[in-house]
């Protein structure tokens, strides 16, 4: 770790990159162990944390709400008995106003979150809800999509052969693990009208969640079947709404506002909790 005394001769920017990169690393030793933050960092570590905020504290080029954090932070680094979670707050709070002062996006990466192995086991699934992502092109949606369906219960995911890989690092990241625990395949299920692949119709009841459907709190969800959730860009394709339409139809999310559309995930997330809820009671 850079003593403080250099810490202070470095130009500004490269003074708040190598904050940033003590920080970052200090939480995920925090992220990554079951110990308490007492045990996993040394007094001098505590100091320098302490002395880097008072450092920051006494930057004018920073706002006084940033200052703030710094100070609240210092309490944090000081304090002889703290809950962990207060521990590794401060010091995120503080790495992410240092990323927006140098100018940098934060990204995915950007982002530390615990990486304990989840046990599948202790998942509550409910045996034939399943879902099918057609031509999800965002990683970042698959992955959301993937998170969703392990917390909602979902059985078995099929992904269309045009989604976004779920191995995708961008995916995987914001799945928090649960592309590991969710069974999922990747294949055709609605063949195209000029394709020469097997029609590989889907055995089990299958609904859209697409617009001009039936409003989803009227929606007879099944206890057994399949959602098809559609492209960003182009929604459900036609040869996937004809399966649905001569099965159970269409579930639609009622919107207000002017834009009156959801991100597929957050809609995907929307249908999957109405979905569960009826499932369970």
């Given at each position: 770790?850079?003593?403080?005394?250099?810490?202070?001769?470095?130009?500004?920017?490269?003074?708040?990159?190598?904050?940033?990169?003590?920080?970052?690393?200090a939480?995920?030793?925090?992220?990554?162990?079951?110990?308490?933050?007492?045990?996993i960092?040394?007094?001098?570590e505590?100091?320098?944390?302490?002395?880097?905020?008072k450092?920051?504290?006494?930057?004018?080029?920073?706002?006084?709400?940033?200052?703030?954090?710094?100070?609240?932070?210092?309490?944090?680094f000081?304090?002889?008995?703290?809950?962990?979670?207060?521990?590794?707050?401060?010091?995120?709070?503080?790495?992410?106003?240092?990323?927006?002062?140098?100018?940098?996006?934060?990204?995915?990466?950007?982002?530390t979150?615990?990486?304990?192995?989840?046990?599948?086991?202790?998942?509550?699934?409910?045996?034939?809800?399943?879902v099918?992502?057609?031509?999800?092109?965002?990683?970042?949606n698959?992955?959301?999509?993937?998170?969703?369906?392990?917390?909602?219960?979902?059985?078995?995911?099929?992904?269309s052969?045009?989604?976004?890989?779920p191995?995708?690092?961008?995916?995987?990241?914001?799945a928090?693990?649960?592309?590991?625990?969710?069974?999922?395949?990747?294949?055709?299920?609605?063949?195209?009208?000029?394709?020469?692949?097997?029609?590989t119709?889907?055995?089990?009841?299958?609904?859209?969640?697409?617009?001009?459907?039936?409003?989803?709190?009227?929606f007879?969800?099944p206890?057994?079947?399949?959602?098809?959730?559609?492209?960003?860009?182009?929604?459900?394709s036609?040869?996937?709404?004809?399966a649905a339409?001569?099965s159970?139809?269409?579930?639609s999310?009622?919107?207000?506002?002017?834009?009156?559309?959801?991100?597929?995930?957050?809609?995907?997330?929307?249908?999957?909790?109405?979905?569960?809820?009826?499932?369970?009671?």
């Amino acid at each position: 770790m850079i003593p403080l005394f250099k810490l202070e001769k470095l130009p500004r920017t490269q003074k708040l990159r190598k904050i940033i990169k003590i920080f970052t690393f200090a939480e995920n030793r925090l992220c990554m162990s079951k110990q308490s933050g007492a045990e996993i960092f040394s007094n001098a570590e505590f100091v320098f944390f302490l002395d880097a905020v008072k450092l920051l504290s006494n930057d004018d080029q920073f706002s006084q709400d940033a200052k703030k954090v710094f100070i609240e932070a210092a309490e944090i680094f000081q304090c002889e008995s703290f809950h962990v979670n207060s521990l590794r707050r401060a010091l995120n709070s503080v790495k992410h106003i240092l990323l927006a002062e140098t100018g940098k996006d934060q990204a995915d990466w950007d982002f530390t979150c615990a990486d304990g192995k989840l046990d599948s086991q202790k998942r509550q699934i409910f045996e034939g809800m399943r879902v099918y992502l057609e031509d999800i092109r965002s990683p970042f949606n698959v992955g959301a999509m993937f998170r969703t369906a392990e917390s909602f219960g979902v059985e078995k995911i099929t992904l269309s052969p045009f989604c976004a890989d779920p191995r995708h690092r961008r995916a995987e990241r914001t799945a928090m693990g649960c592309i590991d625990i969710v069974p999922w395949e990747r294949r055709e299920l609605f063949a195209s009208p000029v394709s020469d692949s097997e029609n590989t119709e889907p055995s089990i009841p299958v609904f859209a969640l697409e617009t001009g459907g039936v409003p989803i709190s009227e929606f007879k969800f099944p206890k057994h079947g399949l959602m098809i959730a559609g492209s960003e860009e182009l929604g459900v394709s036609p040869r996937a709404l004809e399966a649905a339409d001569a099965s159970l139809g269409r579930v639609s999310i009622p919107c207000y506002g002017t834009k009156a559309s959801l991100n597929v995930s957050v809609a995907f997330g929307i249908a999957l909790q109405a979905w569960s809820d009826k499932l369970k009671n």
